[in-house]
């Protein structure tokens, strides 16, 4: 299989499990455009990874980054929250698969998430895809995570 074939399989998956979704409309107002590529890892549990850039702006616009609210920066608390770990004899933590993608983002903002990707059968066509959850990639995505613990 070629890396094409590759990062097609990726998109597959997430359309069948509904962290995208098709669009099929041409609004032109008040969306934006994801530009993306993929990280190919040989080594690695995850071979291929699609990578969003919300920092790309087209010169004299802001990026879809500038735009969003970052949120308060928690770093900050981490060294209280690992002090937690000594005041008891047992301490617990766990790791949410795929974290970002469990967090929805409401219907009204999905056009801001949009991605361009070829038509499988015929690759002159492109087929526009919106996410349906948060993209890893944008500046509020760690904070957006935070919250939702």
């Not at 969306?31 to 990280?39: G, I």
């Not at 015929?122 to 500046?139: C, G, L, P, Q, S």
Request: aromatic share 14%; charged share 30%; with cysteine.
């Amino acid at each position: 299989m070629g890396k094409f074939e590759e990062y097609q399989v990726v998109l597959d998956l997430w359309l069948s499990k509904k962290i995208i979704e098709e669009i099929n409309d041409d609004k032109e107002n008040f969306v934006h455009y994801l530009s993306h590529r993929p990280v190919f890892k040989e080594n690695s549990t995850s071979k291929i990874r699609y990578v969003f850039d919300a920092s790309a702006r087209m010169k004299g616009s802001p990026s879809l980054n500038d735009c969003l609210e970052k949120g308060p920066n928690f770093i900050e608390v981490i060294p209280t929250i690992l002090n937690r770990f000594r005041k008891y004899k047992i301490g617990v933590i766990s790791d949410i698969e795929k974290a970002f993608l469990q967090i929805a983002v409401r219907k009204q903002d999905r056009d801001f998430l949009r991605f361009m990707w070829y038509d499988r059968e015929n690759k002159d066509h492109i087929k526009i895809y919106r996410h349906r959850r948060v993209v890893f990639e944008m500046t509020s995505s760690p904070f957006l995570l935070w919250v939702r613990h």
